[in-house]
Each structure stands twice: as C-alpha cells, then as structure tokens.
C-alpha cells in the first residue's frame, strides 16, 4: 500500500516538473516568436539635455510601451535605448534602438563691442573675457590680432570658441586700453528712498524688504520695522576663493536675532565659490549649521557671481547648475526652501532652466523677466534704520 502511494507521489510530482517545463518552453516560444512591430522616426540624434521620451522616436508600435521613460541625453555619443511593451497579443516583449546624442549649440561668448582694459593690465585676455558652453568644461579660446595693454589705445580683434563638438563661437570687438581715470569726490549719490519702493510696487500681491551682509554695518531694526520692511535677506557667509575657508558673515548673528526679535521674515543666502557638486554640497551643509539654531521663514539661497574668473572654475553651464541643484536638493532635505540668486543676463545666457525658484537681480523700473519669486531692483536703496545704501527687493506672495 505504501508502495503504491510513493508512486502516485512520484508519478504527481513528475508530472508538475513536465507541466512547469512545458509551460517554461511554451512561454520561451511565445516571446521569441511575439509579433514586434516598431517604426521609428527617420532621424535618431537627440540634442544633449533635451528631454525627450521613448515614444517621442517612435512612429508606430504594436502594443503599448509599459514605461515610457525619459532618455539619459548627459553623454554625447550612441546609446542603446531598451524598453519593454505589451504587445496586441498581450505578450510582454523587449525592445531595442539607438540614438545618437549630439551638441550642436555653440557656445557663448559674454562680450559686446567694446571691452576695456586699464593701462597695464596683466590679465589673460582670451582667460578673462567671459564664455562658455552648454557641455565642453573647457571650450578652446583664441584672440585674433595684436594688442600692447602698456599703450593706450583701440584695439580691432577677434574672440573666437570652439567646443568638443566643434561648434564655434566669435565676436568681433574693440580692446579699448585706458588711462586710469582721477576719482571724482564730489559725485553725489541719488538714493531709491524705500518708502517711494513701497508706494509704487506695494499690493495685495507683493511684499517689500531689503537684503543686507556686513557691508551696510550695525542696524537699528527697530526703525526697519517702523520703516515698513516686510521682509529681510541676510548674508550667513562666504568663502574667500576656490576651497577656501568658510567665514561666517561678521554682522549675520546680530542680524538675524534682531530680525527674529522684531518679527520680521528671514531668508537666508550664501556667497559661493564652488566649483563642484562635492563643494556645493558641503556649501549647503555649512549654511545649515550656522542657522540651525535661528527662525529661518523664506529660501535660502545659492548666490554664485564669480563671471569674471569664470574660466578658472572649469563648468559647463550644465554642470554649473546641477551645482546650484546640488546645494539647493541639500536644502530641501533638511526642510528649507531653496533659491537661485542671478542676474537677468546670467539668467537667460547661462543657467538652465531650474525647478527652484528665482531672485533675479534687474535694476530696472520695470523687468520684463516674469518668472521670478524675488526682485532686487535696485543696490542703491535707502531706508530708516541703515546707514548707506542697501539692496531693495520685492517678493511675489504665493
């Protein structure tokens, strides 16, 4: 009797192995033999950083793609894009194509027609003016024409970029060599008075403060609040170059105990050099130390402005704003709002397009920069309470 139960045991789980081999085979069989019907686009180059999906080099499919994600474009070079879709006999089958990542933007070159130097100088000057590219760290500068910086005089060159990729970049200017100028003591300085800031941008929608460091000295916050300001962006520190110490701002501690005090909003920014993800970072990191301790209410933000020296940084703009990412992802993570400060200018040549928010520096009486949460419009404001000219800003409310 037992006999005959091992057999039937025997003979049950025989038959399982033969049904799950058979099963194996016949799923092998029906995938390596699925219909797979893919036309693609006649043309496979995708631009470097642009974001494009799997289906956007897709003309037609027999089936429907299970996750249409957006290709890697950060390499130059061909690239195998494999995915995986349901087909119409709803068989899940794989599929392969290449695309061909290229550059075909040429780089920028930050020069007008005139570019003026002081008699004397020793500045490179292919190293000084500013350019740069979308992806090459180090697109290839040359001057064309000859120049004596110890004589005064106008110069006709040529700036000439070229990138990895080869495209190319040039500007034809003017190198104006000049006499340094006798410095006029007697200019007055024109101050923006805060309250006329406040009478002609003030609304339901809009918020007016200011943005001080060391520079504007000791502040009575007490007349700032009386004054109005509703808002204040307090400098926290800086650096004193390229992987330099950290300092922390002499006049920020009493700066934003006094604005907690009184019950004014505070943002935060810090002044950076960084010329890497690793720096950023440790940037972002060092600024959360020193404010932990303090009521921290609007952003903290990336203020990067080394154009002048831009060339020693060695970035492309793409790798110089997954730096500025990089600090601000740091300051999301530990529960702040993040924000980056620049120029119009930098803003439209330079940066890529961010998800964080922007405080855009236009010292202009109206900018037709729109997609900003801050506004300096001007470094020549006045207001009760600070000695000297202070930055005058404007938010937008959410």
């Known amino acids: 009797m037992k006999k005959r139960t091992y057999a039937i045991i025997i003979m049950c789980l025989i038959f399982i192995i033969i049904s799950i081999v058979i099963f194996q085979i016949y799923q092998y069989l029906r995938v390596k033999y699925a219909k797979v019907d893919v036309t693609l686009v006649d043309d496979l180059t995708l631009e470097v950083y642009d974001k494009k999906k799997i289906s956007d080099f897709i003309v037609d499919i027999n089936g429907k793609i299970i996750a249409d994600s957006y290709i890697d474009s950060t390499v130059l070079g061909k690239k195998d894009v494999t995915f995986q879709f349901i087909n119409n006999d709803d068989i899940k089958v794989e599929y392969t194509y290449t695309v061909e990542i290229v550059d075909t933007v040429e780089p920028f070159i930050g020069l007008g027609s005139i570019y003026r130097v002081e008699k004397g100088s020793d500045i490179d000057l292919a190293n000084k003016i500013l350019c740069g590219d979308n992806y090459d760290n180090n697109p290839t500068r040359t001057i064309t024409g000859t120049y004596d910086m110890n004589v005064v005089g106008e110069y006709p060159l040529t700036f000439e970029v070229v990138d990895q990729s080869g495209n190319k970049e040039k500007v034809n200017f003017i190198l104006e060599v000049y006499e340094k100028p006798t410095s006029n003591r007697n200019s007055k300085i024109e101050y923006k008075l805060f309250s006329d800031v406040m009478k002609e941008y003030k609304n339901e929608t809009t918020q007016v403060g200011i943005d001080v460091s060391s520079w504007q000295g000791d502040i009575d916050f007490a007349a700032l609040k009386e004054a109005g300001v509703e808002f204040i962006m307090i400098r926290v520190g800086s650096m004193k170059g390229i992987n330099s110490k950290y300092f922390v701002d002499s006049k920020f501690k009493q700066n934003i105990k006094q604005a907690n005090q009184y019950k004014i909003p505070v943002g935060i920014y810090f002044y950076s050099y960084a010329d890497s993800l690793k720096a950023a970072k440790k940037d972002a990191q060092w600024v959360l130390k020193q404010i932990k301790d303090y009521k921290v209410d609007l952003p903290i933000v990336f203020d990067w402005e080394e154009w002048e020296n831009f060339t020693d940084y060695h970035l492309s703009f793409f790798r110089l704003t997954n730096m500025a990412e990089t600090f601000l992802k740091t300051i999301e993570k530990a ?64």
């Open 335 to 398: 529960g702040y709002e993040g924000m980056l400060y620049s120029s119009k200018y930098y803003l439209e040549n330079i940066w890529f397009p961010t998800k964080y928010d922007i405080w855009l520096a236009h010292y202009t009486q109206q900018t037709d920069y729109k997609n900003y949460r801050f506004w300096q419009i001007c470094n020549d404001g006045t207001v009760d309470g600070i000695k000297g000219a202070v930055d005058i800003d404007i938010q937008k409310i959410k």
